[in-house]
């Protein structure tokens, strides 16, 4: 089993996703030194009995109120069981542990304010293996509250967690992994659940299987050119140079490189001067996906790797600081405009499979007794409209504490989408000839 070991440069995409695949997962000493640090800060507020949101207030509401001394020893453990809570099914593995890893890389960035044993329980349970069960619809308002009280539950030995096949209560599935369940202190309640591991992990996930659909995406439409013999003009280096959009130009030079020795690359062999659009536009609207594909990898990357901890813990100032780093919206915007890409994407290839139907019949004398995936074109179409929904947005406006999110905060219909890829849509006889030139 391989080993990812968080250190104080960030975190790389691949090496979340390996994580995310099991590997294990180590803390280097001065990534120890500076969650200490920024504990420290923590300490010292308490010490000086500052009013610190979280820490020695209450939260919303009851911010400006201060705590008893006994009150702060058990505030950290009241938000934790106070802000669980959900409906629907479990999040998948895959994504609890994302979620898992991204905020342990958060807690090494050392602006959280959390304990090193705060951040020793979130390696032990990714290397054991014990996965909480989180609900997929919770969190309204900004942050994961909801989501990542579910894992800080069983952290602390509560909750259920499902460990080697078996679903246990949590903290029964820790004594079996050989864990000791953290005991809470300072700030770490509060650095546990004010973060964004659920949305921050899913978006990575979706932003690997967006960049897997859009290698398919390339290789589907230069399968189709092949089969329909289509112009490959839309490829042509100069189409590129006159609109230098770098997705665009990668489009063109991977289906160009797919078409490599391919018949359709001699002069005069193409059957039409020009193709329909869902051939013609391919360069364009993949290279669409890709630039943001991109956006989303950027600003998966950015907030991996960031502190987004309310208060932060500023280590050079020695001081707590109210903040709204918790909030990711560039994130939210860059998987909204994925989703939209990805929808384009899948109505083209939807097209395109009604051009692959003409195709076949005019190139055979005669349709032989058995051409398996034929009549693919009739589900695509059944599933269309699914497609078409998609463009809806899927966070539909805010509250006063913050934009609305649905299942997994940003739920990223790209998900949902780039599973489509050939989905299309029923059409009455209108629509059909609208679409002829399509």
């Known amino acids: 089993m ?18 995310v695949d ?9 990534v120890r030194s500076a969650i200490a640090a920024s504990r420290a800060v923590v300490d010292r507020a308490l010490a000086n009995s500052d009013a610190v949101y979280g820490l020695t207030t209450q939260v919303g509401h009851g ?28 999040l998948p593995d895959a994504v609890v542990r994302a979620a898992m890893a991204v905020r342990l890389n958060g807690i090494a960035r050392g602006g959280s304010g959390a304990s090193r044993a705060a951040a020793d329980v979130l390696a032990a349970m990714l290397n054991a293996g014990v996965y909480p069960i989180v609900p997929e619809i919770s969190s309204v308002g900004a942050a994961d509250f909801q989501t990542m009280a579910a894992i800080a539950e069983v952290a ?7 460990y080697q096949g078996e679903l246990l209560p949590g903290a029964e599935a820790l004594r079996r992994a050989g864990i000791t369940p953290l005991v809470l202190s300072g700030k770490d309640g509060l650095a546990l659940i004010s973060a964004n591991g659920v949305s921050v992990g899913h978006a990575a996930l979706v932003v690997a299987r967006s960049e897997r659909t859009a290698e398919a995406a390339d290789i589907a439409a230069a399968l189709s050119m092949e089969a329909t013999v289509a112009n490959p003009s839309i490829i042509h280096p100069a189409v590129g140079r006159a609109k230098p959009i770098p997705g665009q130009v990668a489009v063109a030079d991977h289906i ?3 078409l490599t020795g391919s018949r359709l690359m001699q002069p005069g062999v193409a059957l039409s001067v020009q193709d329909a659009l869902s051939f013609r536009v391919v360069p364009q609207v ?34 707590l600081i109210s903040n709204g780093n918790f909030h990711p919206i560039v994130l939210a ?11 384009h994407v899948g109505q083209l290839s939807e097209r395109r499979m009604a051009h692959l139907w003409d195709a076949y019949f005019r190139q055979m004398a005669r349709p032989p007794t058995a051409a398996y995936g034929l009549r693919l074109r009739y589900p695509a179409a059944a599933l269309f409209p699914e497609l078409e929904a998609a463009l809806r947005t899927r966070n539909p406006g805010h509250t006063a504490a913050g934009p609305r999110r649905r299942r997994s ?12 890829r050939g989905a299309g849509t029923a059409r009455g006889p209108a629509r059909d000839r609208a679409d002829a030139r399509a």
């Not at 201060?66 to 934790?80: C, F, N, P, T």
């Not at 602390?156 to 499902?162: E, K, L, M, N, S």
């Not at 890709?290 to 790797?305: C, G, K, M, P, Q």
């Not at 739920?411 to 780039?418: G, L, M, Q, V």
């Open 2 to 19: 391989s080993t990812v070991t968080i250190t104080e440069e960030p975190l790389g995409l691949e090496n979340l996703l390996a994580i």
């Open 22 to 30: 099991g590997a294990r997962v180590e803390l280097t000493d001065g």
């Open 256 to 258: 160009r490189q797919l």
């Open 409 to 420: 905060q940003y739920r990223c219909a790209a998900e949902r989408t780039e599973d489509r």
């Open 63 to 90: 911010k400006d109120t201060r705590l008893s001394e006994e009150q702060i020893r058990d505030e950290q453990m009241y938000l934790v069981m106070s802000n669980n809570g959900g409906f629907g099914q479990p």
């Open 286 to 319: 993949h290279g669409a996906l890709r630039e943001y594909i991109s956006a989303a990898r950027n600003a998966v990357t950015v907030e991996l790797n960031a502190a987004d901890d309310n208060p932060l813990a500023s280590v050079p100032d020695q001081t």
């Open 156 to 162: 602390v030995g509560q909750g259920r967690a499902a």
């Open 333 to 343: 915007i860059a998987t909204d405009a994925l989703r939209i890409a990805l929808v």
